[in-house]
């Protein structure tokens, strides 16, 4: 009984010493991980160009991401009517054709969050979660010497630590990726407005995941006040 008591001391501090050594490397390694990947991973920088006395518009369709496929959409007046463009009225056509009405950019971002966008969280919730594992387990060692039982604490540290850092980090991860996509989803969605003579129009616009063979867009002469139907191969 006194051998065990004798060695059991030194056993919880090797045990401490080993979870703090993985915790604080494991948070090294995948520090990289800690930020959110964006959901549209890449975005055009090519535009329709203005050519005289027409109007120009590219369609583009970007992979599927969650459960939406985003579309970029490019508008070039040539012509000096202005037209003015409406999202809304942007329009999938399937093969039936039908026309599917495009998601407003806030549920796009909500039903997106299934792919690229899970993954990132799960990286960032990896990166809270390990990070706060290795502080609790300093923390905890810190405890533990003052009542004479560093090795005890750490281990106590290191459960604790980590398991309230992984939920804490799951959450603040699913919450920075979510932020994250809204706003990048937001910022590159096709805004109404008008397209002047020479100006050129960009943004994407979102479609429920489906098969589609055409882009039906309704602009509006800002002159006479007529729609104008344009429609594009679906790429």
Request: one cysteine or more.
């Amino acid at each position: 009984m006194l051998m065990k008591n004798r060695t059991a001391p030194g056993m919880h501090r090797s045990l401490a010493i080993g979870l703090r050594t993985g915790a604080i490397a494991a948070a090294i390694a995948i520090s990289g991980c800690g930020i959110a990947q964006a959901p549209i991973e890449h975005t055009p920088n090519v535009v329709a160009t203005p050519q005289q006395g027409r109007l120009a518009v590219s369609v583009a369709a970007a992979p599927t991401v969650g459960a939406v496929t985003p579309v970029y959409v490019s508008i070039a007046n040539g012509t000096d009517a202005p037209r003015a463009i409406v999202p809304s009225q942007v329009f999938a056509l399937n093969d039936a054709g039908e026309r599917v009405a495009p998601l407003p950019p806030g549920e796009a971002a909500r039903q997106s969050g299934n792919a690229g966008e899970l993954k990132a969280a799960l990286k960032s919730a990896a990166f809270s979660g390990v990070a706060a594992g290795a502080v609790g387990a300093g923390l905890g060692a810190a405890v533990g010497s003052a009542f004479g039982a560093a090795g005890m604490g750490a281990i106590v540290g290191s459960a604790y630590g980590a398991g309230y850092g992984i939920v804490q980090g799951a959450q603040a991860g699913q919450t920075k990726a979510d932020q994250q996509a809204n706003q990048q989803i937001e910022a590159l969605s096709l805004k109404p407005e008008e397209v002047r003579k020479d100006f050129t129009v960009s943004g994407y616009v979102f479609f429920p995941k489906g098969q589609y063979n055409q882009v039906e867009m309704l602009l509006v002469d800002r002159e006479t006040g007529d729609t104008e139907v344009v429609r594009e191969p679906w790429h």
